[in-house]
C-alpha cells in the first residue's frame, strides 16, 4: 500500500535524483528504491555487528560441530 506524502528537499538534491535516475521511473519510485536500498544497508550492518559481538561463542559452538561431525565420521573399531 502506498501514501501519498509531501517532503522538501533542496534543489541540489533534486538535481542529483533527476541525474542519477537512469531508469526513466518516477522521481517517487527512484527515492523509494533508495530509501529500501539505505534500510537494507542499515539492517545488514546492524546484523553484522550483532555476528561480530557473537563470533568467539559462534566459533566455539562450530569447532564443536566439527568436533561431533569428524567422530560421526570416523569408521567404527572392529
Known amino acids: 500500500m502506498k501514501k501519498m506524502v ?5 534543489t541540489n538534491i533534486l ?8 531508469s ?7 527515492i523509494e528504491k533508495v ?7 542499515e539492517i545488514g550492518t ?3 555487528l550483532l555476528v561480530n559481538a557473537n563470533a ?4 566455539r559452538e ?3 560441530v566439527l568436533r561431533y ?6 569408521p567404527l573399531p572392529e
Do not use: P
Open 46 to 48: 546492524a546484523d553484522m
Open 6 to 10: 509531501s517532503i522538501s528537499i533542496s
Open 56 to 59: 568467539e561463542q559462534m566459533n
Open 69 to 74: 561431525r569428524a567422530d560421526v565420521n570416523e
Open 15 to 22: 538535481k542529483e535524483v533527476d541525474r542519477t535516475n537512469t
Open 35 to 41: 530509501l529500501w536500498a539505505h534500510f537494507r544497508s
Open 24 to 30: 526513466g521511473c518516477s522521481r517517487s519510485a527512484f
Open 62 to 64: 562450530m569447532e564443536d
